[in-house]
């Protein structure tokens, strides 16, 4: 990092100089320096999911990648496909490392295939229908999958395509579950309305369909996983460690019959608050599960995880069974923190990425004595960086509201509350938050700054001006960023390692920053002549 | 297995595309409109599509890949996407500065018939393009053709909006390389240097998508073609179009235009087809061949001579684009290799035919197919075996299932180096590849034979 950091304010101006007066406005909104909360606790506000203004170059994609490659992505046994040119359906395929375990050889796993109609001109004028509903037949004779997802892409809801009732009338046809995602890309401002849509299909169509019972005392989901890189498999590790039942991940490693009985956990443990909170408020709705936001990010994160599962739950023996798991697991961890943060410490980074890494990410720096200048997300909203205590002040905005908003109420035979109100309530009083998310201001040092959808030209700013030691963001930011010599890691795909999930990962993690900020590459971009320019003089001898 | 539901029983399929041998147009327009110097490329469309090509070239190429987008909304995709490509060219030209804005459509736009020239129109009017500055535009339909045709189409506008009837005559060339990695565009100026012949290449992604680490990050890298090099190509001597689909229709738009005369080549991969390029080279650019390029086709010659039993009767199936997959099947043949399996996704008769044509001459049977996937590919594998793939990174599934080499060949090569660096195009690239595919079965011997026939030299 540069010997003085400038001022965040100064940051902020030269940020938005170069804008367009409109376009300026609207960034400076956007760029906020973090404060402490005001009285009533309320940090500065952001202005969040709104359009991105086109031409500035922007990290986010859109709603179809949002609800095919991140929700549906992970899950190995719904059978995706895609409808539409062959584009989108290309560009998903394997490309977001979601790793699975099938639990046999010939289990289905249909991961490594993409599936799509491939729609040429005349679909698109005379409709795409009949296609579609040839391709899903096609599809099931060659796979025989238990269920069916169709994803649409921009055409398809121009051109009027039905593919809700193409889902329905297969569905009757061939008599397994099929359903169909309104997730073309215009819909929103980026992959989080793509996020809402699968977890309204989720929801509806599979959820709740199967009624046995998983074995175990400790019954839990874990939400807003999508296991990169086998994050899931490290937290899977964790928790069967701890004698804790893993009913449904949504949706790293997770299979059809994992979702259809996730109604039967007892609690929703939340990851990823941005992508899936809203599968996390419906089964609370609908069935009765309470739900807690945690994060596997970080080995301290980690363990505060777990003891607030056991907290929940209440159990002696489970209380201290992960205790002792934590005990076990730490030493590891410290180990390494120890050795490494004499070389890491004191050293500075940027997170701009996803909907919630920019801010659990920011445990594992800490964690090696790193400190995080600037953060902000690639598609959150300002409850991910205000906390949900705004979410009654957001005002709902045009493209907000044509994400479908599902009416749910209690099933009449499958709600249950887990808890009666006087439990809710003494556990609020041990400090176990139900429903609650701090956000990433919450966590952020006072003056660092807050960006969100950050843009090409803001970052390229923000590197000559701080020169941080390492910058986080994605595969399209990753070589910019090393062209200023800046080492670069990639948090939605880890560039091909991890997993940085729970205590091994973190570990993984520390070892992997250590390794990046102190590679000697980096020391040679300057060729030496440039540095030591003696021209015409012969080197003496020494 | 990766592939475990791949059968080996290959049915009719008309409705269902799986893991397919193509992609979309845009992307194509994309990469071509990165070699032209200073050129912004713009997707008019969700930007989603934005974000998957340039996450495609990027990873394709470890190079930033700079491209903006109209961010289409519910909105835009009701009432046209005018307003966001007013603004998203304001926007451009206010924190990038391109010389050019290189805007392609996505299937959202087509769909919805934006008129993107009236629109490009009503911004110059309204003062909203700087003086000098160009903004040119490519309808790059996804549900047509695929990643070369939008590479074809946004070559083709580099003709229709730079290209001027009448330019003062000039002994130059026009080469128009096709959908091939910035080193083959750097060989291929390279031969023509030899040569002595003056060509300007177009578009050209050398110096663009594999710059210097400087610790800089140059949003414009120093490569590409000169937007004043492109006003006159229109008094060029003659094109040499490299590919039927990538590049032959830009050719033709210049000879509308400005009687430009063309022919059209094979992608100069391999032996034969480079010894075509060259030769057509001597005979527009009115040259000798010099004895530096006969020299590196006879260490080419040199070289496949001596390691020829190796090649000899191996079974190969290729899968890729069409253009550089029908010389790389005659430099299977020339290799005495049999091409049994010849695949692209990208429609286009003609392709079987030539491809038909080939193996028929050499009398080698085998399957070739256009529009087709690398899931029906993989069943022709199933069904008859080979020793060797050549196609893209996503082909590593099928040969780590079938238990067969594979080398990286094509777009998108994903998870190796090299394809941006050294050429498999001209005498030197069919050297590197020859290479390839030498270790590729030198590889599998060493590993395999046992102990006892284990080799020192091979």
Redesign the interface.
């Known amino acids: 990092m540069a010997s003085e950091a400038p001022r965040p304010e100064d940051t902020k101006r030269v940020l938005t100089e170069?804008?367009?007066s409109k376009?300026a406005r609207k960034r400076a909104k956007q760029i906020v320096v973090n404060a402490p909360p005001d009285a009533e606790g309320f940090r500065p506000q952001i202005l969040s999911n709104t359009?991105?203004?086109?031409?500035?170059?922007?990290?986010?994609?859109?709603?179809?990648?949002g609800c095919k490659g991140v929700i549906l992505g992970p899950v190995r046994d719904i059978l995706t496909?895609t409808h539409?040119?062959?584009?989108?359906?290309?560009?998903?395929?394997?490309?977001r490392r979601n790793q699975t375990r099938p639990p046999s050889?010939?289990a289905?796993?249909?991961m490594?295939?993409?599936?799509?109609?491939?729609?040429?001109?005349n679909?698109?004028v005379f409709g795409g229908e009949k296609?579609?509903?040839?391709?899903i037949?096609?599809?099931y004779?060659?796979?025989r999958p238990k269920a069916i997802a169709i994803a649409a892409?921009?055409?398809v809801?121009?051109?009027g395509d039905d593919i809700h009732a193409v889902a329905r009338d297969m569905k009757e046809e061939l008599g397994i579950n099929i359903f169909a995602f309104s997730c073309?890309?215009?819909?929103?401002?980026?992959?989080s309305a793509g996020h809402h849509i699968a977890n309204n299909g989720i929801f509806q169509h599979v959820v709740g369909t199967q009624d046995e019972p998983p074995e175990g005392r400790f019954r839990i989901n874990l939400l807003g996983e999508y296991n990169i890189g086998g994050d899931a498999f490290e937290i899977e590790r964790i928790l069967e460690r701890c004698g804790i039942t893993l009913v449904s991940t949504f949706s790293g490693n997770a299979s059809y019959d994992q979702f259809a009985r996730a109604h039967m956990a007892d609690l929703n443990a939340v990851m990823c608050h941005r992508s899936i909170n809203y599968m996390a408020e419906m089964t609370e709705e609908k069935y009765g599960i309470p739900w807690i936001k945690v994060n596997f990010i970080g080995a301290e994160a980690t363990a505060k995880a777990l003891r607030k599962i056991a907290q929940y739950f209440g159990d002696p023996e489970l209380i201290d069974g992960v205790e002792r798991v934590i005990a076990e697991e730490m030493p590891a961890v410290r180990a390494v923190i120890d050795e490494i943060r004499p070389r890491t410490g004191g050293r500075t980074a940027m997170l701009f990425v996803g909907g919630s890494r920019a801010h659990h990410y920011q445990e594992l720096f800490r964690e090696i004595g790193m400190r995080t200048v600037a953060a902000g997300y690639e598609f959150g909203h300002r409850d991910d960086y205000e906390g949900r205590k705004v979410l009654p002040f957001i005002k709902v905005d045009?493209?907000s509201r044509?994400i479908e908003e599902l009416d749910v109420e209690p099933d009449p035979e499958q709600y249950r509350p887990r808890k009666t109100a006087d439990e809710l309530e003494a556990l609020r009083a041990q400090g176990l938050d139900f429903g609650e998310y701090e956000g990433l201001m919450a966590d952020m040092e006072v003056g660092s700054l807050v960006i969100d959808d950050i843009?090409?030209?803001e970052t390229?700013r923000l590197i000559e001006l701080y020169r941080p030691d390492v910058f986080c963001a994605?595969?399209?930011e990753?070589?910019?960023?090393?062209?200023?010599?800046i080492p670069m890691k990639q948090l939605h795909n880890y560039d091909y390692h991890g997993p940085y999930a729970g205590f091994r990962g973190a570990i993984r993690f520390y070892r992997e920053i250590d390794r990046m900020v102190n590679t000697r590459i980096w020391r040679h971009?300057?060729p030496p002549w440039a540095e030591k320019p003696q021209p015409g003089v012969l080197r003496q001898a020494s | 297995?990766?592939?475990?539901?791949t059968?080996k029983e290959i049915?009719d399929?008309?409705?269902?595309?799986?893991?397919?041998a193509?992609?979309?147009q845009?992307?194509g327009a994309l990469y071509a409109a990165l070699g032209v110097h200073r050129c912004l490329p713009?997707s008019h469309?969700?930007?989603?599509?934005c974000?998957?090509?340039?996450?495609?070239l990027?990873?394709h190429t470890?190079?930033?890949?700079?491209?903006?987008?109209?961010?289409?909304?519910?909105?835009?995709?009701v009432f046209g996407g005018m307003a966001?490509?007013t603004?998203?060219?304001?926007?451009?030209f206010?924190?990038?500065d391109p010389d050019v804005v290189a805007v392609h459509t996505?299937?959202?736009s087509e769909?919805?018939g934006d008129d993107i020239p009236q629109i490009v129109k009503s911004a110059t009017d309204a003062g909203k393009i700087p003086e000098g500055k160009t903004v040119i535009h490519a309808n790059t339909?996804?549900?047509?053709g695929?990643h070369v045709t939008g590479f074809a189409n946004m070559t083709k506008a580099l003709v229709e909006y730079f290209a001027e009837p009448g330019t003062a005559p000039a002994g130059r060339i026009n080469v128009i390389p096709g959908f091939v990695e910035p080193a083959d565009m750097a060989e291929l100026k390279r031969l023509a240097a030899e040569m002595g012949v003056e060509i300007l290449l177009f578009p050209d992604t050398s110096g663009v998508l594999d710059?210097p680490?400087?610790?800089?990050?140059?949003?414009y890298p120093e490569g590409g073609v000169r937007v004043e090099d492109l006003r006159t190509v229109g008094g060029s001597r003659v094109t040499l179009a490299l590919g039927a689909w990538a590049s032959a229709p830009a050719a033709e738009a210049l000879e509308k235009k400005a009687q430009v005369p063309f022919e059209v080549l094979d992608t100069p991969i391999g032996l034969l087809a480079t010894d075509r390029f060259v030769d057509a080279l001597r005979r527009v650019g009115k040259v000798e061949v010099t004895a530096s390029v006969t020299r590196e086709r006879g260490r080419l010659v040199d070289l496949l001579a001596d390691m020829s039993q190796y090649f000899y009767g191996k079974k190969v199936a290729l899968v890729g684009d069409p253009d550089p997959l029908i010389p790389l099947t005659e430099f299977c043949l020339t290799l005495d290799m049999k091409p049994v399996h010849v695949v692209t996704?990208t429609p286009g008769k003609r392709f079987e035919e030539r491809v038909r044509g080939l193996l028929e001459e050499a009398g080698v049977e085998g399957n070739v197919a256009q529009a087709s996937d690398m899931?029906h590919f993989h069943q022709l594998v199933k069904n008859e075996p080979v020793d060797l793939i050549i196609g893209n990174t996503?082909c590593k599934?099928i040969a780590r299932d079938e238990g067969i080499p594979l080398v990286r060949h094509g777009f998108p090569v994903l998870d190796r180096v090299g394809h941006q660096f050294f050429p498999t195009v001209g005498y030197r690239g069919a050297m590197r590849f020859a290479e390839k595919i030498l270790d590729a079965f030198l590889d599998r011997i060493d590993r395999e034979t046992d102990e006892a026939a284990f080799e020192l030299v091979l």
């Not at chain 1, 490594?112 to 001109?121: F, H, K, N, S």
């Not at chain 2, 974000?51 to 495609?56: E, K, N």
């Not at chain 2, 339909?141 to 047509?144: K, L, T």
């Not at chain 2, 680490?213 to 949003?219: A, K, N, Q, S, V």
């Open positions: 170069a804008y367009p376009a359009r991105t203004t086109p031409g500035v170059i922007t990290q986010r994609g859109c709603s179809y990648a496909i539409g040119p062959v584009g989108c359906g290309f560009y998903s395929w394997l490309t050889e010939d289905p796993n249909y490594p295939y993409a599936l799509m109609t491939d729609m040429q001109e679909d698109i296609k579609l509903r040839k391709a037949r096609e599809a004779e060659i796979f892409t921009c055409p809801g121009l051109i073309e890309g215009y819909k929103g401002v980026s992959q045009a493209d044509n843009t090409h030209h390229e994605g595969i399209k990753k070589y910019v960023i090393q062209k200023h010599g971009v300057t | 297995m990766l592939l475990r539901h059968p049915r399929r008309s409705a269902l595309t799986t893991n397919p193509k992609t979309c845009p992307v713009h469309g969700s930007q989603g599509c974000a998957y090509h340039r996450s495609m990027t990873r470890k190079e930033p890949v700079m491209a903006a987008t109209s961010s289409f909304t519910e909105g835009a995709s966001n490509l603004q998203a060219i304001e926007n451009i206010a924190l990038y996505t299937c959202l769909v919805i339909p996804s549900f047509v695929s710059a680490m400087t610790g800089r990050h140059e949003f996704g899931f996503y599934y």
